[in-house]
């Protein structure tokens, strides 16, 4: 069973920046593919980017040129740098690994002005 710890959500004006980070349980971090998904007001959950074990990344389309996933094996922990925020980004943002298909509990981004 691994755990893991979204933070960094919040209230953001329109354009503004805001970078999530998602902490992890497991002892071997550095094997596990780590994404981000959000779920927006009454939507299904979307994929936004991942990052695998050899740091190959890839996006959807609506993070591509604003988001940026990273990963910091020493600190077992994801991250994703979001920019130029807008009301469409509103949603609850989770963190997902692999192997196991574990999540998070999710941490809130509100996009408003």
């Known amino acids: 069973q691994v755990q893991l710890v979204e933070s960094g959500g919040g209230l953001v004006q329109p354009g503004g920046s805001l970078r999530l980070a998602c902490v992890s349980s497991?002892?071997?971090?550095?094997?596990?593919?780590m994404a981000w998904y959000r779920q927006a007001p009454g939507k299904e959950r979307e994929y936004l980017a991942r990052i695998s074990r050899s740091e190959d990344t890839e996006y959807a389309d609506s993070g591509k040129g604003r988001f940026t996933i990273s990963r910091d094996n020493a600190k077992n922990t994801a991250y994703l740098q979001m920019n130029n925020l807008q009301v469409a980004d509103t949603g609850v943002y989770y963190c997902?690994?692999?192997?196991?298909?574990?999540w998070g509990r999710g941490t809130q981004v509100t996009v408003s002005s």
């Open positions: 497991t002892r071997i971090f550095s094997m596990y593919d």
């Open positions: 997902y690994t692999q192997p196991g298909g574990f």
